[in-house]
């Protein structure tokens, strides 16, 4: 069975995301904005428009469980994380919890190569041990 989604436009989904929920945490801007700017300036393009929004409107609202969840394997305080490697913990650890239909491999892998990406040198590593112990949780 073929998934109802291209894997590539999910990546790109969370590569937009990441910087939208990088802007939430920095600015505290209405997540309602942010969407309406990524929208419209075209940041959206070959990315799954609907899980974009979908993450978008949900993590903001669970922040506070997400992080509560993840905390315990932290090696320092909340306040301490980089906020790229926040929000990048905030994605997997909501696909981890709230979207059954990613195996939590996926979820891990996905996070991890945003770290890659979007990171400091090594937070792939912390961002891997950090989803790989709250997926051990689960």
């Not at 999910?10 to 945490?25: C, M």
């Not at 600015?27 to 309602?32: A, D, L, M, V």
């Not at 300036?41 to 922040?63: S, T």
């Not at 932290?74 to 919890?97: K, N, P, W």
């Amino acid at each position: 069975m073929r998934p109802k989604f291209s894997p590539k436009a999910r990546t790109a989904a969370r590569e937009r995301l990441l910087q939208a929920l990088y802007q939430w945490q920095l600015t505290n801007q209405p997540t309602s904005e942010i969407e309406l700017q990524f929208m419209s300036e075209n940041h959206l393009a070959k990315a799954d428009v609907a899980y974009f929004q979908e993450l978008l409107q949900n993590i903001p609202q669970k922040v506070e469980k997400l992080d509560h969840t993840f905390e315990p394997f932290l090696d320092r305080h909340l306040s301490q994380i980089d906020q790229v490697e926040l929000a990048i913990l905030r994605i997997g650890c909501y696909e981890l919890t709230q979207c059954e239909d990613i195996p939590f491999r996926v979820a891990i892998n996905e996070a991890v190569e945003l770290a890659k990406k979007f990171g400091a040198e090594k937070s792939h590593r912390y961002i891997n041990g950090i989803l790989d112990k709250v997926a051990k949780q689960l």
